[in-house]
């Protein structure tokens, strides 16, 4: 009889799920939402969760196994759960759906709309009721100089509240006001309507309406002109300089018609960056950077989609643009388009940028995500309390006996199943000791797993001979005289934790080397990139820790470096090799092969040149050039 794949206890009936749009919600047995999604088809969509458990995804696994009841809501289309899902997502916060940190240490220029007399100031305070804001900007003194070159064409209100108020009261203008760097109401030279005008006139031209100011400046200039009203001439004269030095600060990256946001996106397994361009009259008006947190595997696709929906689920009709330029198109791009149209009352394309300025501002953007990706990172390294926080919760996760303060990765790489080497890195209190990687050379192997079964075995026997790699050192002794000990070598300690590179075949081979080295003592476990599963020896499922973990990210970095590391020795002895092979044709210096494997690029190329195409590269004759044309082609 044919035994029933295992699923979960809580699995809907058949029939009982809808075949209409909507949005569903995964609980855990306390009723926390874990993740929220939506589908077009709810039946379809759902059915992917529970069909056999050994089929899903680790992660998708994971998620559906700690879940104890699924629900789901129908809409009426595609666009209601669009904006269903974003609206729960931001209520629950499920830790399974994306998470988003904006970066915070950009200042933004805002104007407050919601007061009085409105005011425009520099703050990194998204909150304030009622604001428009510009930016972010770089740095804090670009926002002081665009607001001092704006107030000479748009003199709005600069000074604090209390001095606002203070002035109005007593009827004295405030300080800025006396001296021109304020044009509120309290200067008594505008009224209150007339100020808030001023201020909309304000908000339209940093929104992208330069054009129109620009032409309107220039005729009442010309018209003062005409009249010989010089004196008001140069007014308008001194505010379209003002406006040229603000379009200045701004370069001119697309058509001047172009009001677009292009995103930027940058990603690895555990995390993505964004980089938000905003373009408002073919400039870029501002720059957003966002670093997202995944939990469940995502793809590129999707993530745009979370990605628009996070970045316009509280945008006003006039902060959307007419045109959205993403890296990837999602899904449900029609149902975006859709919905982004609701909400700004006008047409709203979603394109990728392909060719032109266009494709070239997505580079920029893109190098952008992924610098600031490795700044991410970096940051995580050099946070004490997270990497105790990752070798506390690697502890736990693998059952270890200590904290894994030496934790030694190895990794092999290989050119077709030659040329064979492997690394082994070194990390210390969750730090790389680079001083302490090391390199060997595999002359004869079947595999992989047969590489990683020698290379520990040869690791392991220093363990056992530290004397023979004792490095000599010069101690003083009391009265002066210098003698050479030698101590025991870094390569002789003991590591808490070894990692290798791979899945289970792998483990259970660095498990044999561990057994027949007869160091069981040491704690072992791979991990796999394609699902970034931890797999420990004799265990028929891997270990899934959380995305979001240190831990996690931990373990990535000692597999990423060691796989550098490996890759790295194996091209500067492929590199000595290649060099070896041309040193034996005589007259062939060491000066000539780098000219001339920096000139054909490789062997390959080298090999398939004609002997009159080498003797092109200055300092070859033809007699040379023959000579290196029949060594490497055996002629």
Same mark, same amino acid.
């Given at each position: 009889?044919?035994?029933?794949?295992?699923?979960?206890?809580?699995?809907?009936?058949?029939?009982?799920?809808?075949?209409?749009?909507?949005?569903?919600?995964?609980?855990?047995?306390?009723?926390?939402?874990?993740?929220?999604?939506?589908?077009?088809?709810?039946?379809?969509?759902?059915?992917?969760?529970?069909?056999?458990?050994?089929?899903?995804?680790?992660?998708?696994?994971?998620?559906?196994?700690?879940?104890?009841?699924?629900?789901?809501?129908?809409?009426?289309?595609?666009?209601?759960?669009?904006?269903?899902?974003?609206?729960?997502?931001?209520?629950?916060?499920?830790?399974?759906?994306?998470?988003?940190?904006?970066?915070?240490?950009?200042?933004?220029?805002?104007?407050?709309?919601?007061?009085?007399?409105?005011?425009?100031?520099?703050?990194?305070?998204?909150?304030?009721?009622?604001?428009?804001?510009?930016?972010?900007?770089?740095?804090?003194?670009?926002?002081?100089?665009?607001?001092?070159?704006?107030?000479?064409?748009?003199?709005?209100?600069?000074?604090?509240?209390?001095?606002?108020?203070?002035?109005?009261?007593?009827?004295?203008?405030?300080?800025?006001?006396?001296?021109?760097?304020?044009?509120?109401?309290?200067?008594?030279?505008?009224?209150?309507?007339?100020?808030?005008?001023?201020?909309?006139?304000?908000?339209?031209?940093?929104?992208?309406?330069?054009?129109?100011?620009?032409?309107?400046?220039?005729?009442?200039?010309?018209?003062?002109?005409?009249?010989?009203?010089?004196?008001?001439?140069?007014?308008?004269?001194?505010?379209?300089?003002?406006?040229?030095?603000?379009?200045?600060?701004?370069?001119?990256?697309?058509?001047?018609?172009?009001?677009?946001?292009?995103?930027?996106?940058?990603?690895?397994?555990?995390?993505?960056?964004?980089?938000?361009?905003?373009?408002?009259?073919?400039?870029?008006?501002?720059?957003?950077?966002?670093?997202?947190?995944?939990?469940?595997?995502?793809?590129?696709?999707?993530?745009?989609?979370?990605?628009?929906?996070?970045?316009?689920?509280?945008?006003?009709?006039?902060?959307?643009?007419?045109?959205?330029?993403?890296?990837?198109? *999602? !899904?449900?791009? $029609? #149902?975006? /388009?859709?919905?982004?149209?609701? %909400? @700004?009352?006008?047409?709203?394309?979603?394109?990728?940028?392909?060719?032109?300025?266009?494709?070239?501002?997505?580079?920029?953007?893109?190098?952008?995500?992924?610098?600031?990706?490795?700044?991410?990172?970096?940051?995580?390294?050099?946070?004490?309390?997270?990497?105790?926080?990752?070798?506390?919760?690697?502890?736990?996760?693998?059952?270890?006996?200590?904290?894994?303060?030496?934790?030694?990765?190895?990794?092999?790489?290989?050119?077709?199943?030659?040329?064979?080497?492997?690394?082994?890195?070194?990390?210390?209190?969750?730090?790389?000791?680079?001083?302490?990687?090391?390199?060997?050379?595999?002359?004869?192997?079947?595999?992989?797993?047969?590489?990683?079964?020698?290379?520990?075995?040869?690791?392991?026997?220093?363990?056992?001979?530290?004397?023979?790699?004792?490095?000599?050192? *010069? !101690?003083?002794? $009391? #009265?002066? /005289?210098?003698?050479?000990?030698? %101590? @025991?070598?870094?390569?002789?300690?003991?590591?808490?934790?070894?990692?290798?590179?791979?899945?289970?075949?792998?483990?259970?081979?660095?498990?044999?080397?561990?057994?027949?080295?007869?160091?069981?003592?040491?704690?072992?476990?791979?991990?796999?990139?394609?699902?970034?599963?931890?797999?420990?020896?004799?265990?028929?499922?891997?270990?899934?820790?959380?995305?979001?973990?240190?831990?996690?990210?931990?373990?990535?970095?000692?597999?990423?470096?060691?796989?550098?590391?490996?890759?790295?020795?194996?091209?500067?002895?492929?590199?000595?090799?290649?060099?070896?092979?041309?040193?034996?044709?005589?007259?062939?210096?060491?000066?000539?092969?780098?000219?001339?494997?920096?000139?054909?690029?490789?062997?390959?190329?080298?090999?398939?040149?004609?002997?009159?195409?080498?003797?092109?590269? *200055?300092?070859?004759?033809?007699?040379?050039?023959?000579?290196?044309?029949?060594?490497?082609?055996?002629?």
């Amino acid at each position: 009889m044919a035994r029933t794949a295992p699923t979960v206890a809580y699995k809907p009936k058949p029939g009982e799920i809808p075949t209409n749009p909507g949005v569903y919600r995964f609980r855990d047995a306390d009723g926390r939402v874990l993740y929220v999604g939506k589908a077009k088809n709810l039946r379809a969509r759902l059915s992917n969760y529970f069909a056999p458990l050994r089929t899903l995804h680790e992660r998708t696994r994971r998620m559906v196994t700690t879940a104890a009841s699924v629900e789901w809501t129908v809409v009426a289309s595609d666009v209601d759960s669009l904006q269903l899902e974003y609206m729960w997502i931001k209520e629950f916060d499920p830790p399974f759906n994306v998470r988003y940190r904006d970066d915070k240490s950009y200042p933004f220029m805002a104007i407050t709309l919601g007061d009085e007399a409105p005011r425009v100031i520099v703050t990194r305070n998204r909150r304030i009721p009622g604001a428009k804001y510009f930016g972010p900007y770089p740095k804090v003194w670009a926002v002081h100089d665009t607001i001092d070159l704006m107030i000479k064409v748009f003199p709005i209100r600069t000074c604090s509240d209390s001095s606002y108020k203070k002035a109005m009261a007593s009827g004295r203008p405030c300080f800025p006001g006396q001296i021109g760097r304020c044009g509120g109401p309290c200067s008594m030279k505008v009224t209150i309507e007339e100020h808030r005008s001023i201020v909309e006139d304000f908000v339209a031209f940093m929104s992208g309406g330069d054009q129109r100011f620009t032409k309107e400046l220039t005729a009442r200039m010309r018209e003062a002109s005409a009249a010989m009203d010089y004196e008001a001439a140069a007014t308008y004269r001194d505010r379209l300089q003002a406006i040229d030095a603000v379009l200045n600060k701004s370069a001119l990256v697309l058509a001047s018609d172009t009001d677009a946001d292009l995103f930027g996106i940058a990603e690895d397994e555990l995390a993505a960056t964004v980089q938000h361009f905003v373009i408002r009259g073919g400039r870029v008006r501002g720059v957003r950077a966002t670093t997202i947190e995944k939990e469940l595997d995502i793809s590129g696709g999707d993530l745009v989609d979370q990605v628009l929906q996070r970045t316009y689920g509280n945008a006003s009709g006039p902060d959307i643009p007419r045109q959205v330029l993403v890296p990837s198109m *999602p !899904e449900d791009a $029609a #149902d975006l /388009e859709e919905w982004l149209r609701e %909400r @700004r009352g006008k047409s709203v394309t979603i394109q990728i940028a392909q060719r032109g300025r266009k494709a070239e501002l997505m580079k920029t953007a893109s190098l952008n995500a992924q610098q600031a990706l490795m700044l991410h990172k970096t940051r995580r390294t050099s946070d004490y309390v997270a990497r105790s926080q990752a070798l506390t919760d690697l502890q736990e996760a693998l059952d270890l006996a200590e904290a894994p303060l030496r934790i030694e990765c190895f990794d092999v790489s290989h050119l077709g199943g030659t040329n064979v080497v492997a690394s082994m890195v070194v990390f210390e209190d969750g730090l790389p000791r680079k001083d302490q990687y090391r390199s060997f050379k595999v002359e004869e192997t079947t595999d992989d797993t047969d590489s990683i079964y020698q290379v520990l075995r040869r690791r392991l026997a220093y363990l056992d001979r530290p004397e023979e790699n004792a490095e000599p050192q *010069p !101690e003083p002794t $009391a #009265d002066g /005289e210098v003698v050479t000990e030698r %101590r @025991r070598a870094r390569f002789a300690y003991r590591p808490q934790l070894l990692v290798v590179d791979g899945g289970k075949p792998q483990v259970e081979a660095a498990a044999r080397a561990l057994r027949d080295a007869g160091h069981q003592e040491i704690a072992l476990c791979g991990i796999a990139k394609r699902l970034e599963e931890v797999w420990m020896p004799g265990e028929e499922f891997p270990v899934i820790l959380p995305r979001t973990s240190e831990s996690l990210y931990l373990l990535q970095r000692l597999r990423d470096e060691a796989h550098r590391f490996a890759i790295t020795h194996q091209r500067k002895r492929r590199r000595r090799d290649i060099q070896s092979v041309l040193a034996e044709v005589p007259g062939l210096g060491d000066a000539r092969i780098k000219a001339l494997l920096r000139h054909f690029g490789s062997v390959a190329a080298l090999k398939e040149a004609s002997p009159e195409q080498i003797s092109e590269l *200055p300092g070859v004759g033809p007699k040379l050039a023959s000579a290196i044309h029949a060594h490497l082609t055996g002629g």
